[in-house]
């Protein structure tokens, strides 16, 4: 496990919150020299940052629909989860797959352009898939996003 101070702490949040800040605009703002905050952040790469990304506007890609589906796998021992799981990612789709514990096997997070084009993909896509059994769909109302890692 690594020590991270408080500066580490500032620089995880500044990162978290604008990933796209450059060395030199992180350590202005923390007050330190621009190799000094370069060189913290290639330890924090090094050792806790996973990697960027980037958040893109689903709406204004025209996906308006984003939908939670709990999938129950029907026959554990007839269908393997990497099938599944292969078979899953395949779909575009699907933005995000879990392995969860609980009522559900997996919980998939799926976008669409409405309603109609989410029952295609239910039915043609995911109903199809190797091993599916019960599925609960939860329709997102609304998000908040809690930028920024585990950190104060």
């Known amino acids: 496990?690594?020590?991270?101070?408080?500066i580490d702490h500032q620089l995880l949040l500044a990162l978290s919150s604008h990933g796209n800040n450059n060395a030199g605009a992180l350590g202005r703002k923390l007050?330190?020299?621009q190799p000094v905050a370069w060189r913290r952040i290639k330890r924090l790469e090094k050792h806790v940052i996973t990697g960027y990304r980037v958040n893109?506007?689903?709406e204004k890609l025209g996906f308006g629909?984003?939908?939670f589906?709990?999938?129950k796998l029907a026959t554990k021992g007839r269908v393997s989860l990497s099938d599944f799981e292969r078979a899953v990612i395949s779909i575009p789709e699907v933005q995000a797959i879990q392995h969860v514990l609980g009522l559900y096997d997996y919980r998939l997070r799926i976008?669409?352009?409405d309603l109609?084009?989410?029952?295609?993909?239910?039915?043609?896509?995911?109903m199809t898939l190797p091993g599916v059994g019960n599925v609960e769909a939860n329709v997102l109302l609304s998000e908040e996003r809690r930028p920024g890692p585990l950190v104060e």
């Open 1 to 6: 496990m690594i020590h991270l101070d408080h």
């Open 31 to 33: 007050g330190l020299s």
């Open 56 to 58: 893109l506007d689903k």
């Open 65 to 67: 629909v984003t939908v």
């Open 69 to 71: 589906l709990g999938i």
């Open 111 to 113: 976008v669409s352009k």
């Open 116 to 126: 109609s084009d989410f029952e295609r993909i239910l039915r043609r896509r995911i």
